[in-house]
């Protein structure tokens, strides 16, 4: 039971254009979520996170949207770099105290063209 | 200011054979996680301390796997009789309980079984 997907395997954007990652969740208990960047062979780095009582969280080129009637979030990087070629995965948690799993979809592949 | 610290980084052994992780968290981090990683999929939780405590462990952990965490320090996580399907990236993370959800993660450790 994948709670947390996203669909798009893969994805290629010009560099100084918009890139746009999207993830969908399917338990509406989830109330914190978090954006990691992946480089092969690396752990995963965070990037930015939002909170369920926010729809927008920004930080520099990155910004992170988040539609709870649609369970649906995105992670929107302004210009896209060639440094931001990786994989994104989206994260998701529930602030139930004892609950500290975070579970993760199955990653974006990013490929900045210059 | 040093991050998560993970060892050996790669390791390959023939199945049957038993294997150790470390893993040193960012210093006064009192929660430690240790994720699973496998080609095309997301980081899977596998369990976590608080302190020494070992609070929760995912059905994914089978008998054959340990972790541990003495003195609330360093974890390790041990594999015994190790299988091919063991085969992946063991990730570790740390955070600070109260300084909110984001957890960050170390290098991570390749294991290949042969």
């Not at chain 1, 709670?3 to 914190?32: A, H, W």
């Not at chain 1, 139930?96 to 210059?114: A, D, S, W, Y």
């Not at chain 2, 052994?13 to 929660?31: A, L």
Request: net charge positive; with cysteine.
């Amino acid at each position: 039971d994948q709670q947390v997907k996203q669909n798009s395997p893969s994805l290629s954007v010009q560099e100084g254009r918009i890139s746009i990652l999207n993830c969908d969740y399917t338990n509406s208990m989830f109330d914190y979520f978090l954006w990691y960047k992946k480089y092969p062979a690396e752990g995963p780095t965070f990037l930015i996170s939002i909170s369920s009582i926010k729809d927008k969280n920004e930080d520099g080129r990155f910004t992170v949207f988040l539609n709870k009637s649609a369970k649906h979030l995105s992670l929107h990087i302004v210009p896209s770099q060639p440094g931001d070629s990786a994989v994104y995965f989206c994260a998701a948690s529930l602030s139930v105290r004892g609950n500290e799993k975070l579970t993760f979809g199955t990653g974006t592949r990013l490929t900045i063209i210059p | 200011d040093t991050g998560v610290s993970q060892d050996p980084r790669h390791k390959i052994t023939k199945r049957g054979q038993n294997v150790t992780f470390r893993c040193d968290p960012i210093s006064e981090h009192n929660r430690l996680y240790w994720y699973r990683q496998t080609l095309g999929q997301g980081p899977e939780f596998l369990t976590y301390f608080q302190n020494e405590a070992q609070l929760e462990k995912s059905r994914l952990l089978s008998d054959r796997f340990s972790a541990e965490r003495p003195k609330g320090s360093f974890s390790t996580l041990e594999i015994q009789r190790t299988e091919q399907g063991d085969s992946a990236m063991y990730l570790c993370a740390s955070r600070l309980s109260g300084s909110g959800n984001t957890i960050y993660f170390g290098e991570g450790s390749w294991l290949t079984v042969v």
